[in-house]
């Protein structure tokens, strides 16, 4: 089955610690986002990357990293930088430009991550 | 200026009836999409309709319609026949320019929409 997997489910970071998230998708999507929801809150954009070996920083970039090494794979650094990183964080990719539909975000089942 | 706003935190609504969730966006890019997203309690973001600005009609996906008044820039959600699975928070979107490359998307605040029997 096609689709998007982020792991773990649940992260614990203690201060002073950098954790990374894994986002893989079989979708065969050029383009991928993260993002960070808090309680009560929509989403918001940290870093999206469109090719492999490029990527742009988001709305909140500060306190993260990420890699675009293969076409699968987006992996989110949470580095001690980030003073507040508890959160819900969520991977999406999406087919790529052109006809609008493929813009269309498909999102994966979300990493909690509590500071300890 | 808020770029996409959800005046309902909540609503609530009776099984079987349908219920309207609203959503009214600002830009002033010509070329631009309209997306709602459905939250559950588990987390994951479940894309339910698009709409795009130079559509002629309102998007229908089974239950789901978009309600698309662009002179009023607003885009909302109804939902026909409720059903107890449609308890969640649902999420308004918006992508602005997108021809010319990959765009982003500005997301609500979201409403949490309650289903009862």
């Known amino acids: 089955d096609g689709g998007i997997t982020q792991s773990p489910k649940y992260l614990f970071r203690k201060e002073g610690q950098n954790v990374t998230l894994s986002c893989e998708q079989n979708?065969?999507?050029?383009?991928m986002y993260w993002y960070r929801q808090d309680p009560g809150q929509g989403l918001r954009l940290i870093y999206y990357s469109q090719i492999v070996n490029d990527f742009q920083k988001g709305d909140i970039a500060e306190g993260y990293s990420v890699s675009r090494e293969k076409k699968e794979s987006f992996p989110l650094t949470v580095t001690s930088a980030q003073k507040n990183p508890t959160a819900f964080y969520l991977c999406?990719?999406?087919?790529?430009?052109?006809?609008?539909?493929?813009?269309?975000?498909?999102f994966g089942p979300g990493t909690r991550l509590l500071v300890l | 200026a808020q770029k996409i706003t959800q005046t309902q935190p909540g609503m609530f609504v009776q099984e079987k009836e349908a219920v309207t969730l609203d959503c009214t966006y600002d830009t002033s890019d010509p070329s631009y999409g309209l997306f709602w997203y459905k939250q559950p309690s588990s987390g994951e973001m479940i894309f339910l309709i698009y709409q795009g600005s130079y559509d002629q009609q309102n998007a229908t996906e089974g239950r789901y319609s978009l309600n698309f008044q662009k002179a009023r820039k607003s885009a909302n959600l109804v939902i026909s026949a409720s059903q107890l699975g449609d308890s969640a928070m649902y999420f308004c979107a918006m992508r602005e320019g997108g021809d010319s490359g990959y765009s982003t998307l500005t997301f609500g605040k979201g409403t949490m929409l309650l289903v009862s029997p």
């Open positions: 979708l065969n999507h050029d383009a």
């Open positions: 999406a990719s999406s087919p790529g430009v052109g006809d609008p539909y493929q813009e269309t975000q498909y």
